[in-house]
């Protein structure tokens, strides 16, 4: 049962652009989303997070939205740079003593060209 | 660099065997979380450790297991390794328990042969 998906498993984009990756949920409890970066070989960067009760939240070039009602989440990276090249994965948690289990998405692989 | 140091960074052993994961979280942090990545279950959340004692677990094996120190680094234990528990094991920090930002380390690749 994947409680968090990323249905897009790649997305290819050109610099300067925007670029807007989804994520939907299906568990009712997660109240507080994040998405990581992650390069080959290296940990999870985090990148932004956002609380149930917002429904965006930016940070420089990146804004994260969130839909409640349709369970869906994106992130939209605004310009879109080389060096974004990377897998993203959104995770979800359902907070309390819960906060630090997140669930993750399967990752989609970003690839911006210059 | 996030401030979560694991090591080894990588580990072939064989089937049967029992390793010893190691993890030192962020200064300050107190909570610490450890997740396995393999390539069909992808990111997996095992077992979160609050300051020395467990608050939250997921589908971590009854072969593994874990603890926290009072100087708040922290072990994984996995033993009678089986070819399937070959993966990348993650550990992350957060200050508290909930509300904080949490921070993965890079990583312990175990190839189990």
């Known amino acids: 049962d994947q409680q968090v998906k990323q249905n897009s498993p790649s997305l290819s984009v050109q610099e300067g652009r925007i670029s807007i990756l989804n994520c939907d949920y299906t568990n009712s409890m997660f109240d507080y989303f994040l998405w990581y970066k992650k390069y080959p070989a290296e940990g999870p960067t985090f990148l932004i997070s956002?609380?149930?009760?917002?429904d965006k939240n930016e940070d420089g070039r990146f804004t994260v939205f969130l839909n409640k009602s349709a369970k869906h989440l994106s992130l939209h990276i605004v310009p879109s740079q080389p060096g974004d090249s990377a897998v993203y994965f959104c995770?979800?948690?359902?907070?309390?003593?819960?906060?630090?289990?997140?669930?993750f998405g399967q990752g989609t692989i970003l690839t911006v060209h210059p | 660099d996030s401030g979560v140091t694991q090591t080894p960074k990588h580990l072939i052993t064989a089937t049967g065997q029992r390793v010893t994961l190691r993890c030192s979280p962020r200064s300050g942090d107190l909570s610490v979380y450890w997740y396995q990545q393999s390539l069909d279950q992808g990111l997996q959340f095992l077992i979160q450790?609050?300051?020395?004692?467990?608050?939250a677990k997921g589908n971590i094996l009854e072969r593994f297991s874990a603890q926290q120190f009072p100087d708040l680094h922290s072990e994984l234990n996995l033993s009678s390794l089986e070819l399937g528990d070959s993966a990348l094991y993650f550990c992350?920090?957060?200050?508290?328990?909930?509300?904080?930002?949490?921070?993965f380390g890079e990583g312990s690749w175990l190839t189990v042969v």
């Open positions: 992350a920090s957060s200050l508290g328990s909930s509300g904080n930002t949490i921070y």
């Open positions: 450790y609050y300051n020395g004692e467990e608050r």
């Open positions: 956002i609380s149930s009760i917002k």
């Open positions: 995770a979800a948690s359902a907070g309390g003593t819960s906060y630090g289990k997140l669930t």
